[in-house]
């Protein structure tokens, strides 16, 4: 009878030692991980239950020879260069441990050194998540990694603590005693027993990663991206890092040291986002699932894999991906966005069809030569579509893979361009505007893509804020740093009316036709007055003609602080719908 074998052994450690190892870089995290996403909450959570003695779960390390592709846990220097064990599952509670028992910051999933505070109650040993009130009691320790890193002895920390607190209340005998042995019992958890499963050296990274989506299904599974980030950190390290780079230059300021960086307003953009950009411009692939194979180095006839296929697809990853990130690229592109209308992120209801439109637009720009004011209004359409639609919503690998094939024959800038325009034409047709898009703007969602599309219209169109001389597009520049909000959504039939009118469904009530965008401080004055009470005051402090267009510009139907509101809401709709298209005509 032959002996079953397994891709893995079983290690035994205590906390203590995994801690060592980490210190010298002897366990680190492979790029496969996740970063490091758990609330102070879920810190606190875990060290409560080591403290009563609970089980935790086991770790899975794998035994890896590469250099390449590793992040070490935490943010200090380490010994070890060349990590010989990589955490596969286990990093969130590894890394909380680490962060709080050595007082390390980790970094997180916006790149930036956040420390984990966790406060203990000696008393009656209680974990809680530090804040002011508990720095204030003197009956709490509130960070736990204080005890640690001040290389006292246990019996010296308990000493201090009780003197402080008796100092300050009375303690009797009885309850110095429980202190004392809480203390120590927290002191213990050093000597806390884990299990780790370490697979062989000999399993490759996609192995690895099949069976982190197979032990890990009640976590977020392993895609396509995170396998081709794995090969990147394997293959090409420094794209990896130069992915990194510029997401985190974009979450933070407009310039670094002085120089421009990715900093914008529209898209905070995650590495996996910016490689389906680089391989849809570079492969003209939208699946992701072939290009993996393709990267690794498959022969597509012979199903084998040669180093010389995977560095050739490597070079032509690598020629994507630097004009993917390169910043005239990507300023001009997103110029291309806001010239649509689209002036903040709030405004951005689908990053698939912006991330799409960037890969459009560096085929346009850099493949078939479109001159940049063509392409500036081309991009500019294609993405008012494409969101408008809800083109990338369902499916959109298989979307895009089915728009990028579309180019595969075509080689001239005018058939880039009739290529587009023909997709768009499409899909709004004139049913479209005059049959679906009114009725897509049936909907209390503040989230709705239609809703967005109306107000790029207004910006396109400079229409004024509803009852003031100020643009919609001054009032909503992202770039105004204010206390309050300078607009606001406004019920043009107030909730208090309408509740008082017997309609009382807030879906009903928050229809997208009954808000328009007011000043905060006319939308105060207004309250909740009937619109047949407010409207002709605030009207009376303007020109006839400026406020029949205000009213048309807002798609308001004349006389419509008279109408039954079902029925308002049915005719300003169509009237939103024709705005929409007005604004997206002017792309043209």
Not at 263 to 276: A, E, K, S, T, V
């Amino acid at each position: 009878m032959s002996e079953l074998k397994t891709l893995f052994k079983r290690v035994e450690y205590d906390l203590e030692g995994l801690l060592h190892f980490i210190d010298l870089g002897d366990i680190a995290l492979p790029d496969i991980q996740r970063p490091f996403v758990w609330t102070n909450a879920k810190v606190r959570d875990l060290f409560d239950s080591m403290y009563r003695g609970f089980p935790v779960g086991y770790f899975l390390f794998w035994e890896s020879e590469s250099e390449a592709g590793v992040k070490q846990i935490g943010v200090s220097a380490k010994q070890f260069k060349k990590a010989s064990r990589l955490v596969v599952d286990g990093q969130q509670r590894l890394t909380s441990l680490y962060a709080v028992f050595r007082g390390q910051k980790v970094l997180d999933a916006n790149f930036k050194e956040r420390q984990i505070e966790i406060a203990f109650r000696p008393r009656d040993g209680k974990f809680e998540v530090t804040d002011a009130a508990i720095r204030r009691d003197v009956e709490w320790i509130p960070n736990i990694s204080d005890l640690w890193s001040s290389r006292k002895s246990s019996y010296t920390l308990v000493k201090d603590f009780l003197g402080l607190l008796k100092s300050k209340v009375d303690l009797p005998d009885a309850d110095e005693e429980v202190i004392a042995h809480n203390l120590d019992r927290l002191f213990d958890l050093r000597k806390y027993p884990f299990t780790a499963l370490e697979i062989a050296s000999s399993v490759d990274e996609e192995q690895v990663a099949d069976i982190f989506v197979r032990i890990n299904s009640k976590g977020v599974p392993l895609n396509q991206a995170d396998f081709i980030l794995t090969l990147l950190s394997v293959f090409w390290e420094e794209g990896r890092r130069d992915l990194e780079t510029f997401c985190h230059s974009a979450r933070t300021s407009a310039k670094i040291d002085g120089k421009a960086s990715s900093f914008n307003h529209l898209i905070d953009p995650d590495p996996d986002q910016l490689l389906r950009v680089s391989i849809a411009y570079g492969f003209g692939r939208g699946r992701l699932k072939s290009v993996y194979q393709i990267l690794r180095g498959k022969d597509a006839e012979t199903g084998e894999f040669s180093d010389e296929k995977r560095e050739a697809q490597f070079q032509v990853l690598k020629d994507a991906q630097a004009e993917v990130l390169n910043l005239t690229n990507w300023h001009q592109f997103l110029s291309a966005i806001v010239g649509a209308g689209f002036r903040s992120a709030e405004m951005i209801s689908s990053n698939n069809a912006l991330l799409y439109a960037y890969a459009f637009y560096l085929l346009g720009r850099k493949r078939y030569g479109v001159p940049e004011h063509v392409l500036q209004k081309l991009i500019g359409r294609w993405f008012f579509a494409t969101s408008l639609t809800g083109r990338y919503t369902s499916s959109p690998e298989s979307v895009m893979d089915g728009d990028l094939a579309r180019f595969r024959s075509i080689t001239t800038a005018d058939g880039f361009c009739a290529v587009l325009d023909g997709i768009i034409e499409s899909n709004l047709t004139s049913d479209y505007w005059q049959i679906t898009l009114p009725s897509k703007l049936d909907s209390s969602s503040a989230r709705n893509p239609e809703l967005f599309c109306y107000i790029a219209s207004q910006n396109l169109l400079g229409t004024h804020v509803l009852f003031s001389h100020k643009t919609i597009r001054d009032l909503i520049d992202p770039a105004l740093q204010t206390k309050k909000k300078p607009l606001e959504r406004h019920h043009l039939f107030p909730r208090a009316f309408l509740e008082a009118s017997g309609i009382v469904d807030l879906r009903h009530i928050n229809q997208m036709a009954n808000f328009a965008l007011l000043e905060w401080p006319d939308n105060i004055g207004i309250g909740d007055d009937a619109p047949d009470v407010y409207v002709p005051q605030v009207l009376s402090r303007l020109d006839g003609d400026v406020a029949r267009k205000m009213m048309q510009d807002h798609a308001l139907p004349e006389g419509w602080h008279k109408m039954v509101y079902d029925d308002f809401l049915t005719a300003r709709r169509s009237l939103m719908a024709a705005v929409i298209k007005k604004g997206f005509e002017a792309l043209s």
